[in-house]
């Protein structure tokens, strides 16, 4: 079966300093993965996706970044941080090909505060 | 732009009772998929039912089914039997396609209270 982590599950970070968040998933090859982050009260936003090593797509223009160095590796990081950022950040992911339904699975999800 | 509306901020049921939670939808498409996801207090996102827009029959998934009306754009989430662990937000959720692939654009979100 297949698993998504996420760690840390809780962060808080300064403004202006750095930001690494890491997914990765078991259990599958070659996923679409996705990160999406979660503000009080409202719905998720997408910020990244990725269909493979490498490729990334930005949905959002901020001052955070994606990469994926491996295949089930996912990450998100940030050189300095705004107070902008603090929210509940998640990772997802989908099956890729004919058979896929589009639905996607989530980690448990970062909550960063930045304060 | 495909926007996806949950126009009931906070909803309260008692236990045991039915509720049907609203999601409107905006598409040009013919053919996608909507989904509904539950967050529970512990925030894991938990697929609770999907439907394929050329499926005309709607999904159900033990007590929580779907009414899906395509013409109005229309993808309600009801759920019968109503327990205590349904509490939650519920998002509404619309498969819309991105540069290279695919991606889900979420509603706001509903607040599921259910009372003993």
């Known amino acids: 079966s297949q698993t998504i982590h996420q760690w840390p599950a809780t962060l808080v970070q300064p403004v202006g300093s750095p930001l690494s968040l890491e997914c990765t998933v078991e259990?599958?090859?070659?996923?679409?993965l996705y990160w999406y982050r979660q503000a009080a009260g409202r719905g998720l936003q997408l910020l990244f996706y990725?269909?493979?090593?490498?490729?990334i797509s930005s949905e959002v223009p901020q001052n955070l970044s994606a990469s994926r160095p491996q295949d089930r590796q996912f990450i998100l990081s940030s050189k300095k941080l705004l107070l902008s950022d603090s929210g509940f950040y998640l990772c997802?992911?989908?099956?890729?090909?004919?058979?896929?339904?589009?639905?996607?699975?989530f980690g448990p999800g970062t909550r960063l505060t930045v304060t | 732009a495909q926007t996806v509306t949950q126009s009931q901020p906070e909803m309260s049921v008692q236990e045991a009772e039915t509720v049907t939670l609203s999601c409107t939808y905006d598409?040009?498409?013919?053919?996608?998929?909507l989904f509904w996801y539950k967050q529970p207090p512990s925030r894991q996102m938990i697929l609770v039912i999907r439907q394929e827009a050329y499926k005309q029959q709607n999904a159900t998934e033990n007590r929580f089914s779907v009414n899906f009306q395509k013409a109005a754009k229309s993808f309600s989430l009801k759920i019968s039997d109503s327990q205590l662990g349904d509490t939650a937000m519920y998002f509404c959720?619309?498969?819309?396609?991105?540069?290279?692939?695919?991606?889900?654009?979420f509603g706001k979100g509903t607040s599921l209270l259910v009372t003993p």
């Open positions: 259990g599958t090859s070659n996923p679409n």
């Open positions: 959720a619309f498969m819309k396609h991105v540069q290279s692939g695919y991606a889900l654009n």
């Open positions: 990725s269909v493979g090593i490498g490729q």
């Open positions: 997802a992911w989908s099956v890729v090909g004919q058979r896929t339904s589009y639905e996607q699975y």
């Open positions: 598409t040009s498409e013919s053919n996608y998929y």
